[in-house]
């Protein structure tokens, strides 16, 4: 008898709110704009405190620094120190102008937009029970209870949060359903949680059964199964860099203030210098994070290699995407890293496939497709080693 690696190992018809009504569907059909996004954007309370109080430190800098200039200007005549104090003024301007649009809706959905582009397009599927399919128009996608139990409901629709950023979403607005009830989405936000509770990661997730529907292996798909634990530098992670050079302009901005005024020893010589020291820790630990620190992420897998196509599952999402999307294979003595177009990695174990053979199938057919894309050269400038391997 044939085992079928998708069959669930606890019958779905035991679990008694996976049941389906018209009521436990919810259609879509219609394209993600970036005004969607915006209405879904979530506040971030912390970060915007943050902001307001280094407003507060930096507009008696600027007013200060800008009478100060005046003053000596009209009084002494001194044109070099008028135009160092109007330089500071400048600078500490730009930082305030940044903070202040920093609060704004429609700057931080434009800057969060131009980082994760794919976020914007094609949405066409449904939510349910099992959770969610969707179709972007390039790539099918799953999402399920677990991945789901973080999902935000309001009456202007459903954010569903992504691996990578508090930024980085889909923002299904009540505009691309077919009939957007809250009552209802908070309802399946309910069973979401409760099945992402008591859902067990072993062979397979029980509660796959959508994904499992609607993607069957194609003829010589090699099949993987298996755990994946990986240990992955946050260096990798764009956020965390953003996050570290952001904190050093704040930083290098409050010293050039301290410096400025370290003569006159006035109100704005000691606001700057707490606030240099406090930026200047900050900045320090999260430059220490970014170079030196790790993440472990650890799940349980499913999926296939086909020719042109690879699918991967877990507890928390699936998706399928062609060969054609893959930008880079890293290939380790015994894992397979795939970096796709939307620099999302994917990991392929040695032992989550059934032989040697069918490893090296798998290898041989990431690999080629990515040496086409780069022109035919050797497939060997697409492999780089991997300084964190799974383990």
């Known amino acids: 008898m044939t085992i079928n690696p998708y069959q669930p190992t606890i019958p779905l018809d035991t679990l008694e709110d996976v049941s389906r009504t018209s009521s436990d569907r919810s259609l879509f059909d219609g394209v993600i704009k970036r005004q969607d996004y915006q209405r879904l954007l979530p506040n971030r309370q912390f970060l915007w405190w943050l902001q307001a109080v280094l407003l507060l430190v930096l507009m008696p800098v600027l007013v200060g620094s800008i009478l100060i200039a005046a003053i000596k200007l009209a009084v002494d005549g001194l044109i070099l120190e008028t135009f160092v104090i ?22 931080r959905s434009r800057k969060y937009l131009s980082r994760f582009p794919d976020l914007i397009g094609v ?3 449904e939510f349910n029970r099992d959770g969610l399919l969707t179709h972007d128009g390039v790539r099918q996608h799953w999402i399920g209870p677990t991945g789901l139990s973080a999902a935000n409901v309001s009456k202007v629709g459903i954010r569903v949060p992504l691996p990578g950023s508090p930024y980085r979403y889909l923002a299904f607005t ?41 993607t069957e292996p194609p003829k010589g798909g090699i099949l993987f199964k298996g755990y994946c634990s990986v240990q992955e530098p946050l260096s990798l992670s764009r956020e965390m860099k953003e996050k570290a050079i952001g904190e050093t302009i704040i930083t290098l901005v409050t010293l050039a203030v301290v410096v400025f005024f370290i003569s006159d020893r006035n109100f704005i010589f000691w606001a700057a ?12 630990q999260t430059w220490r994070q970014f170079l030196y620190g790790t993440m472990q992420r650890s799940w349980y897998q499913y999926g296939w290699v086909s020719d042109s196509e690879v699918a991967i599952c877990h507890n928390e999402w699936g998706t399928i995407f062609s060969h054609s999307e893959i930008t880079k294979v890293e290939v380790g003595s015994n894992y397979l890293a795939i970096v796709s177009g939307t620099d999302t990695r994917y990991y392929i174990l040695r032992e989550q496939v059934a032989d040697d053979i069918a490893w090296l199938r798998i290898n041989e057919l990431l690999t080629k497709s990515t040496a086409d894309q780069s022109g035919n050269k050797d497939a060997s400038q697409a492999i780089a080693p991997e300084p964190y391997p799974p383990r």
């Open 123 to 125: 949405a066409r599927g």
């Open 86 to 107: 109007m330089s500071v003024s400048g600078t500490t301007m730009v930082v305030a102008g940044l903070c202040i649009a920093a609060m704004r809706t429609g700057w």
């Open 174 to 214: 009540e505009r691309i359903f077919e009939s957007y009830s809250p009552a209802q989405a908070e309802n399946l936000l309910a069973i979401w949680r409760k099945n992402a509770a008591r859902s067990i990661p072993t062979d397979p997730n029980p509660i796959a059964n959508l994904w499992a529907s609607a």
């Open 273 to 284: 210098t707490i606030s240099a020291l406090i930026c200047g820790y900050s900045c320090y």
